[in-house]
């Protein structure tokens, strides 16, 4: 009997930068180390990181953009994601046939091509929903005119109806989704940690000794500083910290579209307790997320259920506690007990307060550096893989007892 095969369709897959690309590539490694046969289609190029046994084709297209290109013109990344979101269905189409069709978010609205794509390989359908689009759209800077917002809506709900099943990465998305699809198509599988990131020990660190950290309490944002992330209370507390704690170091690691604003504010505010680096290569992350003794992550209200950031995972994955300014719904927030603490986005007089907190707490800061470690060891890619294996599988058995594979069907669920 031939092997169980996967299709994966999603814009970016290493070295291109963006976590889902990383996400497929956890994902597929571990699916092949199973028994899977596993293709993924991405945008673009060059050349692919892929896992041995991991099929990569790519568009041929232009490399995805990155933030900086996308930060000068919303316009122009709307194209360039359609342009994209064409490449991607038309090679996925023209591929051998596979028993699993999954699409992701990257590029926004790819949901809908998805039971177009699975119809043509008499495939079951994924749906893997990083981000919910195109509600998230707003909130990223992108405002279409309302009548196409309302279109775009409707489309998009049908498309998922018409998935076999939607993966959602958090049970505050998960709510959202339920609202146009049925909650029993919908599984939670959340998002794990990088596998490269692991606690390094302080002293030994070659990120602090590099960047000069010394034994100063070390505070760390690292990661997409986007429109979906507000920095104006980090930069807040920020100041009240240089006022009273000018010892406590703040270090921004990271690029996206709100980079250029926060590094405008540092130097007109002089904050000399604030630095802003480049985004790490992903194989010095465990060095770069453990050089802090406490990290930051930021969520706009607005994206509740939309999206669950990934920066809180990385820090407990170091080993680390985090100060997460989000709303109280997210799964963000619920992943945070005994590691952390949830604040409201705007409230940095509370952060400079937790910060000041944790510095001069060694004892506590150290035990929910191990908690943190402990709630990101109990969730990992091997569990996750096994999860969404069993699921693909189930829907894959189930389409070959309950109709026959027929490549030309025009719709998957007619």
């Given at each position: 009997?031939?092997?169980?095969?996967?299709?994966?369709?999603?814009?970016?897959?290493?070295?291109?930068?963006?976590?889902?690309?990383r996400c497929?590539?956890?994902?597929?490694?571990?699916?092949?180390?199973?028994?899977?046969?596993?293709?993924?289609?991405?945008?673009g190029?060059?050349p692919?990181?892929?896992?041995?046994?991991v099929?990569?084709?790519?568009t041929?297209?232009?490399?995805?953009?990155d933030e900086?290109?996308?930060?000068?013109?919303?316009?122009?990344?709307?194209r360039?994601?359609?342009a994209?979101?064409?490449r991607?269905i038309?090679?996925?189409?023209?591929l051998?046939?596979?028993?699993?069709?999954?699409?992701?978010?990257?590029?926004?609205?790819?949901?809908?091509?998805?039971?177009?794509?699975?119809?043509?390989h008499?495939?079951?359908?994924i749906h893997?929903?990083?981000?919910v689009?195109?509600?998230l759209?707003?909130v990223?800077?992108?405002r279409?005119p309302?009548p196409?917002?309302r279109m775009t809506?409707?489309?998009?709900?049908r498309?998922?109806?018409?998935?076999?099943?939607?993966?959602?990465?958090?049970?505050?998305?998960?709510?959202?989704?339920?609202?146009g699809?049925?909650?029993?198509?919908?599984?939670?599988?959340?998002n794990w940690p990088?596998?490269?990131?692991?606690?390094?020990?302080?002293?030994e660190n070659?990120?602090?000794?590099?960047?000069?950290?010394?034994?100063?309490?070390?505070?760390?944002?690292s990661?997409?500083?986007?429109?979906?992330?507000?920095?104006?209370?980090?930069?807040d507390?920020a100041?009240?910290?240089?006022?009273?704690?000018s010892a406590i170091?703040i270090v921004l690691?990271?690029?996206g579209?709100?980079?250029a604003?926060?590094a405008?504010?540092?130097e007109?505010r002089?904050?000399?307790?604030?630095?802003?680096?480049?985004?790490?290569?992903p194989?010095?992350?465990?060095?770069?997320?453990?050089?802090?003794?406490?990290?930051l992550?930021?969520?706009?209200?607005?994206?509740?259920?939309?999206?669950?950031p990934?920066?809180?995972v990385g820090?407990?994955?170091?080993?680390?506690?985090?100060?997460?300014?989000?709303?109280?719904?997210?799964?963000?927030?619920?992943?945070?007990?005994?590691?952390?603490?949830?604040?409201?986005?705007?409230?940095?007089?509370?952060?400079?307060?937790?910060?000041?907190?944790?510095?001069?707490?060694?004892?506590l800061?150290?035990?929910?550096?191990a908690?943190?470690?402990a709630?990101?060891?109990?969730?990992?890619?091997?569990?996750?893989?096994?999860?969404?294996?069993?699921?693909?599988?189930t829907?894959?058995?189930t389409?070959?007892?309950?109709?026959?594979?027929?490549?030309?069907?025009?719709?998957?669920?007619?």
């Amino acid at each position: 009997m031939d092997s169980p095969s996967i299709l994966f369709v999603n814009r970016v897959f290493p070295p291109d930068k963006g976590a889902t690309g990383r996400c497929v590539s956890d994902l597929a490694e571990r699916m092949v180390a199973m028994g899977w046969r596993v293709t993924v289609v991405a945008d673009g190029c060059g050349p692919s990181n892929a896992p041995p046994g991991v099929i990569v084709r790519r568009t041929g297209g232009e490399s995805p953009s990155d933030e900086r290109a996308a930060s000068r013109d919303a316009r122009l990344t709307t194209r360039g994601y359609l342009a994209a979101a064409v490449r991607l269905i038309q090679r996925a189409l023209r591929l051998p046939r596979h028993d699993v069709v999954v699409t992701m978010t990257d590029p926004p609205l790819l949901a809908c091509a998805g039971p177009l794509i699975a119809a043509r390989h008499g495939a079951a359908s994924i749906h893997w929903s990083q981000d919910v689009f195109p509600a998230l759209l707003p909130v990223l800077g992108i405002r279409l005119p309302e009548p196409l917002m309302r279109m775009t809506e409707r489309a998009s709900v049908r498309a998922l109806r018409r998935h076999d099943a939607v993966v959602a990465i958090g049970r505050c998305m998960a709510g959202r989704l339920a609202a146009g699809v049925g909650a029993e198509r919908i599984t939670v599988l959340p998002n794990w940690p990088d596998p490269r990131i692991r606690p390094v020990p302080r002293a030994e660190n070659p990120f602090r000794l590099e960047h000069g950290l010394g034994n100063r309490f070390t505070v760390a944002y690292s990661g997409n500083m986007g429109l979906a992330h507000p920095m104006d209370a980090v930069l807040d507390a920020a100041t009240l910290l240089a006022r009273s704690d000018s010892a406590i170091e703040i270090v921004l690691i990271g690029e996206g579209r709100r980079r250029a604003a926060v590094a405008e504010a540092v130097e007109r505010r002089g904050l000399a307790n604030v630095r802003l680096l480049p985004l790490q290569p992903p194989d010095r992350l465990a060095e770069s997320l453990s050089a802090a003794d406490l990290h930051l992550a930021t969520m706009d209200p607005r994206a509740e259920g939309l999206l669950v950031p990934s920066k809180v995972v990385g820090a407990l994955a170091a080993g680390r506690p985090c100060l997460f300014l989000g709303p109280s719904g997210s799964d963000a927030a619920a992943m945070l007990e005994g590691c952390g603490q949830r604040l409201a986005p705007d409230d940095a007089a509370g952060l400079a307060t937790a910060i000041r907190r944790y510095a001069q707490d060694p004892v506590l800061c150290a035990g929910h550096g191990a908690r943190a470690l402990a709630v990101a060891s109990s969730w990992d890619a091997m569990a996750a893989a096994r999860r969404f294996t069993a699921l693909a599988d189930t829907l894959r058995q189930t389409r070959l007892r309950g109709a026959s594979v027929l490549p030309g069907r025009s719709l998957p669920h007619a």
